[in-house]
């Protein structure tokens, strides 16, 4: 925080700041709940996790220059969420891209109607999924968060977020109308 | 058998991340590609699912109101030595609560309304308008309370090593007047309690300094359309503040005075 009574403009300057704070970035609260609860698989965490990102927000906001809020407040809250899952969890780091994908049938959309219709189902089949194909559909479907927008989040080249949606959207589809693995009873230990 | 455009370009489509002229060009494709044209539908049921089945979760209830608190907490303890000037009837400067925890943002914000220097008598028009526009102040976003909260087991220890005094919180919801949190606040200088009423949809701020002079009798005025009564008794001096009508301020003054 730093400035003590005697850097009264740093001190002016910080009341503006918090009222721009609570306007500007806010309002994004239950943005940055949610991509923290679907990160970590459990609301508890995502709680945790996502008041301390609020507020290394709050502390890092003189250092946003404008621009896309939203996209920034949740770059912070998903630095948070993987520092805490390499800490707490590693182990679902470590497993992330080594499946290997191959092209498959496809799921009929039918098959998929069924499947997709269950909301536990859904939430059980994305939380099986490696972190960083969960957050890219969390960002996309759920938060509507353009292609430029989920590259600014994930630190992703722009190019490759197409790719990691297909991947990802592939592996829900295989994760929604295949028999659950071993690995998707782990995720759920949660629940 | 398979097509590579269904592991690529179709998400791009769906997404609507495609230039006028790829969209196109992968519409063209689609005529002639079952197995795209298949994805394509599978892609959009799963969205749809996705979307329809309420997965977005918002924060719990409280989140917010517990980060307020966090941050809003002062960030560090700074001794203010301020030479304090005399208020109203006080013909000498010398208060006696000079070591108080400052507000860091508090200290921000108010701290170009410090006037240095200022001794000799004040008016009570003039303690009135610095703790109208104190009031004023509060009333912008995110500036009324510190510490939110109707309950006065909470507010009351909040201000414990925040200022040096002991300022009497009473909730008085059972008199309509519910307690909505407190605050600190620097009026002409000094730091002073604040607690936070509502009234219907009114909010009163009721200031509250200690004093070593004898009780003082109330006295009421209005300032800018806002009304306020001042008075003190058994050592603490209190200014309360409102849009609310007179009768209701001095019913809240009898409340406080028992």
Not at chain 1, 82 to 99: C, G, H, I, Q, V
Not at chain 1, 177 to 184: I, L, N, W, Y
Not at chain 2, 201 to 220: G, R
Request: charged fraction near 25%.
């Amino acid at each position: 925080m730093g400035a003590g009574v005697e850097g009264k403009d740093l001190d002016v300057l910080d009341s503006q700041e918090r009222v721009r704070f609570e306007q500007l970035v806010l309002p994004h609260l239950d943005a940055a709940f949610n991509l923290a609860r679907w990160i970590l698989r459990g609301r508890n965490d995502a709680e945790d996790v996502a008041q301390e990102a609020m507020l290394r927000a709050f502390r890092f906001f003189r250092g946003f220059h404008g621009g896309d809020v939203r996209a920034w407040l949740l770059q912070i809250v998903r630095n948070s969420c993987y520092t805490w899952l390499e800490k707490n969890r590693p182990m679902e780091l470590s497993t992330e891209f080594d499946e290997e994908l191959y092209p498959q049938p496809g799921a009929t959309p039918e098959s998929l109607a069924i499947a997709g219709d269950n909301r536990e189902r859904l939430t059980r089949a994305l939380e099986a999924l490696p972190p960083r194909s969960r957050e890219v559909l969390v960002l996309r479907e759920l938060e509507g968060c353009s292609y430029k927008e989920i590259a600014a989040i994930t630190s992703m080249p722009i190019g490759t977020v197409m790719s990691a949606l297909a991947r990802a959207r592939q592996r829900l589809e295989r994760a929604l109308t295949q028999p659950t693995p071993a690995r998707s009873l782990e995720a759920n230990r949660e629940l | 058998m398979s097509c590579e455009l269904t592991q690529s370009v179709l998400h791009g489509y769906i997404d609507g991340e495609l230039d006028a002229a790829r969209a196109a060009d992968f519409e063209r494709h689609l005529i002639a590609c079952p197995q795209c044209t298949s994805a394509l539908e599978a892609q959009e049921t799963l969205r749809a699912s996705i979307q329809q089945t309420g997965l977005y979760e918002r924060a719990p209830a409280g989140f917010r109101r517990k980060l307020e608190e966090q941050y809003r907490a002062p960030a560090q303890v700074a001794p203010q030595v301020t030479p304090l000037p005399v208020l109203s009837r006080l013909r000498s400067s010398n208060w006696q609560w000079l070591a108080v925890a400052a507000g860091f943002f508090l200290v921000a914000v108010l701290s170009w309304r410090l006037i240095p220097g200022l001794t000799g008598n004040h008016s009570q028009t003039e303690l009135a308008s610095a703790i109208v526009d104190a009031h004023l102040r509060s009333l912008q976003p995110g500036h009324l309370v510190d510490v939110i909260s109707t309950d006065q087991h909470t507010v009351k220890p909040w201000f414990d090593g925040k200022v040096d005094f002991a300022p009497p919180v009473r909730d008085l919801a059972g008199d309509g007047f519910p307690l909505q949190g407190g605050r600190l606040d620097v009026v002409k200088g000094h730091q002073v309690a604040v607690l936070v009423y509502g009234r219907r949809k009114h909010v009163i701020n009721v200031f509250i300094w200690p004093t070593a002079q004898p009780d003082l009798k109330p006295q009421s005025g209005s300032q800018l359309g806002y009304n306020w009564v001042h008075w003190s008794k058994g050592g603490m001096e209190m200014c309360a503040v409102s849009d609310v009508n007179s009768p209701d301020l001095d019913v809240l003054r009898n409340l406080l005075s028992e």
